[in-house]
């Protein structure tokens, strides 16, 4: 079969669109050759960024002529890449509360960073990964999304960046902030996504025969799947997802090792983000702590936070515009169900998980997990004030046997009294087991019930336990717990709606020995 021959013009018209950074099988597909010519003339053709050929073996090929000839762009990958500040100077955005800028239009951040943005800009220039605490509304998830978009147009060939949020709604939103900026750089750095695959929750886009660059945003649930590493990871509002210790441990593995950034921006919230801000305040891990507190925006004085205490209690004020880290993670107390100092005071006392004993009395409470819930198992002895917590267990995706298995063997151990959530898949387990458990439908009136019987012991000091998980939860507990991890809080809520008639039978061993009986 003869070798088919090709225009040159047509070569050569070929090998720019390719250096233009167009897709090569969307080129091959109009010429109607395989892709792997259409590169092949990329690679013998294409002239070095010293005018020369890149196979010196070909300069006096007809057809290099024609292609030196043609307009061919430098190479993006050889493009000289802005500095930070450079790069800040023209990455447009819009606020996020009045979807524009002050005077109306895109703003940027040339001569605008706000002192709180200043400072952090400067730590993303130090420092690869940065745990960012601050008040409300200082402008830091804007200003990480231009280091998103920083990185992927100029990290280096094929650079993934990951979008993390609280809901998957909002992690799409961070998305949508780092495109609308991409595609509103000046011509030489602009990008268009016109690369087939392009989602709401993925962009791809090409500076190179073999160079294509994604940004993904991923949901957050408990069991979050990241498939591949990357170079850059954005982590929005950490502390106000259901599972930030999960999410957290799922990400920080993906990012590489060597060159790779992570940014955490996030307020603060009584949960997983106390103990990941203590290590890095300690200099234990990676993250570089850096907290902003209320000050760090223009206008905001102390008349402006006089104004401000007029609308919101001394508690939501105190989570909106913090004055101290400590401040900052206690989140917003006018929120939460159950008291600060209860919840702390119940460490006072505690025995310590304990093996059964012979002669006491036991209550176990056991929330039974939902698709990414955990099954968790709460067991509380009655016998004297306080309650002493003395058995617990946390677990994700158990199935069905095996937290049957769990319950039947805490129940034989522990013996006294067991009730179990039987709301939709607690139902079947429910009713496999060999030991006996008290039912209970989560209802709005029984769940109630419930947490104020938990709510009551706690504040009458009457329930001891220093577990992080469960006190982590009930600091963060509010009545809409849609997006909230509380499996620990209903498992330790069923224990004392139990053990409520239970727990006046001390008191009433007392009143007969006073009257004589």
Known sequence: MPKREYDPAVIAQAVADMAKGKSCTRIARKLGVHGNVVRSWFKKYYPGTDGEARNPSYTSHPKVQTIEKAPV??????????????????????????KRGDDGKPATFKDNLWPGQMRLAELMEQHQWILALKGGKLGFTELACAWDGYIARF??????????????????????LVRYGLERLPEPWRV????????????????????????????????????TSCLHAHVDELAHMKYPQRVWEAVCTTVVPKDGTCHIVTRGQPNYLMELWEIAADGKGRLVPYFADWKQRPGRDSEWKTLEALTQTAAGLG?????????????????????????LAMADGWKGLQEPQDGRDYISGWDIGRKHDATVGITIEIQELPMQVVAFSHN?????PVAIEKIDARSNAYWGSAVIDSTGQGDPIHEMLQTWAEPFIFSMKNKKQAIDAL??????????????????????????????????????????????????????????VLVGL
Request: hydrophobic share 40%; aromatic share 8%; with cysteine.
């Open 319 to 343: 989570h909106y515009a913090p004055e101290t880290p400590e401040e900052a993670l206690l989140g917003d107390p006018a929120e939460s169900v159950f008291h600060r100092e209860d919840v």
């Open 155 to 176: 990290g280096g060939a094929n650079a993934r960046v990951h979008l993390f949020s609280r809901t998957g709604g909002a992690s799409k939103e961070l998305l949508d």
């Open 455 to 512: 709510k009551l012991a706690l504040e009458k000091r009457e329930i001891k336990a220093d577990i992080p998980q469960l006190t982590r939860e009930l600091l963060a507990y509010k009545w809409d717990d849609k997006h909230l991890a509380c499996d620990c809080v209903m498992a330790m809520a069923l224990a004392c709606w139990k053990a409520q008639p239970m727990r006046v039978l001390p008191a009433l061993d007392s009143i007969r």
């Open 73 to 98: 762009e430098v190479p993006r990958e050889v493009e000289r890449a802005p500095t930070w500040r450079e790069w800040l100077d023209v990455w447009q955005f819009v606020n996020r509360e009045t």
């Open 192 to 227: 268009s996504f016109t690369e087939p695959g392009n989602t709401m929750s993925r962009l791809k886009f090409r500076l190179g025969p073999d160079d294509m660059r994604v940004i993904v945003s991923y949901s957050t649930s408990a069991h979050v799947s990241i498939e």
């Open 396 to 400: 994700f995706g158990l199935p069905y």
